[in-house]
């Protein structure tokens, strides 16, 4: 478990833009290490790192709004951060999303490549 100087500390770079601390607060959020478990807070942190191409963060997002954890329960947008999870070589997000077309009409599933495809394309060579 981290000491509250050192969640202090991780908070504090993941507030200056930091991805992988704001992925590593997402995680602390999640599991209640250091900080009160909070699923929205969790959501937040994440939303933050996969907005900066954190596939880690990407995949976990995909997870929350595929669980409804700290967001709506949101195929598309499950589907949608899966995809861009796995354009990263995440087999798992692959899979995932795989699954979650299962659940999905073709028109769900059209929208959420549309929305991957653009947030790829506003995202086109920023450094992950």
Known sequence: MP???EVE???KAAEQGLAEAQF???VMYATGEGVPKDAAKSAEWYRKAA????????FNLGLAYAKGEGTS?????????????GS???EEARVNRRIA???MTKEQVAEAE???????????GEKE
């Open 24 to 26: 590593i607060c997402g």
């Open 3 to 5: 000491s509250s100087s």
């Open 9 to 11: 500390s991780m908070r």
């Open 114 to 124: 549309k929305l991957a495809r653009k947030w790829s394309e506003a995202h086109r």
């Open 88 to 90: 990263s070589g995440g």
């Open 73 to 85: 329960n949101d195929v598309v947008q499950a589907h949608m951060w899966f995809n861009l999870a």
């Open 51 to 58: 907005e900066q191409g954190l596939a880690g963060a990407q």
């Open 101 to 103: 077309e299962t659940q």
